[in-house]
T-cell receptor, first 111, second 113 residues
């Protein structure tokens, strides 16, 4: 079945450093890929989504490229801030049934 | 004005008791979902619905029932709660179809003693 695997956390960084959260997926379909972010005490919210292979999505300085050949969708940010501390989820859709989420990666950024 | 709300936000239940978690959405979305969130497992789908009167089993439905009496409301029911159901539960709504963005509520923290 479909699955998503992402970097195990926690990931601890200092402000101003770069962030990469790896995400790889398995599916026989042509999914849309998503990154969701969850701040403490809140539900997950969409960071961005990419429906097509070889395209890039971005939001709030984060970006990821849909790599169909490598079945990857790694999240990157060049310079993190303390406010980026959150749990990040990679996900793929199942053609409207529901989303398959990875296990989440906790990112902690210290000032 | 939050579009997906959940109640209660926190709940303590006893083993063997009945628990009902409620979700309301004002997005007018057809699809609604219930997930549970556990460390090491991420978000896992329990039940979902395509519209009023419809409920479908997700990936981990055992021990849970769902009810969708209207477009706006979707409930998750634990008839006989067990300690293994201690978790954080999230409701979400979406339009359905490919590329669907799901909108999540703030979650319900359930502790079963």
């Amino acid at each position: 079945g479909d699955s998503v695997t992402q970097t195990e956390g926690p990931v601890t960084l200092s402000e101003g450093t770069s962030l990469t959260v790896n995400c790889s997926y398995e599916t026989k379909q042509y999914p849309t890929l998503f990154w969701y972010v969850q701040y403490p005490g809140e539900g997950p919210q969409l960071l961005f989504k990419v429906p097509k292979a070889n395209e890039k999505g971005s939001n709030r300085g984060f970006e990821a490229t849909y790599n169909k050949e490598a079945t990857s969708f790694h999240l990157q940010k060049a310079s993190v801030q303390e406010s980026d501390s959150a749990v990040y989820y990679c996900a793929l859709d199942q053609g409207g049934r529901a989303l398959i989420f990875g296990t989440g990666t906790t990112v902690s950024v210290s000032p | 004005e939050a579009a997906v709300t959940q109640s209660p936000r926190n709940k303590v239940a006893v083993t063997g008791g009945k628990v009902t978690l409620s979700c309301n959405q004002t997005n007018n979305h057809n699809n609604m979902y219930w997930y549970r969130q556990d460390t090491g497992h991420g978000l896992r789908l329990i039940h979902y619905s395509y519209g009023a009167g419809s409920t479908e089993k997700g990936d981990i439905p055992d021990g849970y029932k769902a009810s969708r009496p209207s477009q706006e409301n979707f409930s998750l029911i634990l008839e006989l709660a067990t300690p293994s159901q201690t978790s954080v539960y999230f409701c979400a709504s979406g339009t359905g179809g490919n590329q669907d963005t799901q909108y999540f509520g703030p979650g319900t923290r359930l502790l079963v003693l």
